[in-house]
């Protein structure tokens, strides 16, 4: 909807935009917050080796693959000009391998998996990610 002519400025003037990126962040913390209330820290001192290598597997598989599909977008779609190789390569890296942990926990939550071991091993590699 940013394409139509006139709609960004007419939705979200900009005088508007920080007051809803507060409002966003607030909302964000609040909602990890209440997530993290729900999360019993014996079980996942239990598990912290297991969470530990699902976390670094969890970030190096898929940071090693967004750094292999990189190399060819760079060469074929990317203004080599105005973009060098190696950033192009660290943010696709990076933005392959991050995890959307608020996504994973209202997942769990309704799935009503956070209090088991599963739930809490996932969490737990989330939150080390």
């Known amino acids: 909807m940013g394409r139509i002519p006139g709609f960004t400025n007419a939705i979200f003037p ?20 209440l997530t993290a209330l729900e999360v019993d820290i014996n079980i996942v001192n239990r598990n912290a080796r297991s969470s530990t290598v699902i976390s670094l597997v969890g970030i190096a598989l898929p940071f090693g693959l967004g750094s292999a599909v990189a190399v060819p977008l760079y060469h074929n779609f990317v203004n080599k000009e105005l973009i060098s190789f190696g950033y192009f390569i660290l943010f696709s890296g990076v933005a392959l391998s991050i995890t959307a942990f608020p996504v994973l926990c209202r997942i769990l939550t309704e799935l009503k998996l956070l209090d088991t071991n599963v739930g809490i091993i996932v969490l737990s590699a989330g939150v080390g990610k």
């Open 14 to 33: 900009p005088p508007s935009i920080p007051y809803l990126n507060l409002t966003a962040t607030i909302g964000i913390v609040l909602y990890l917050f």
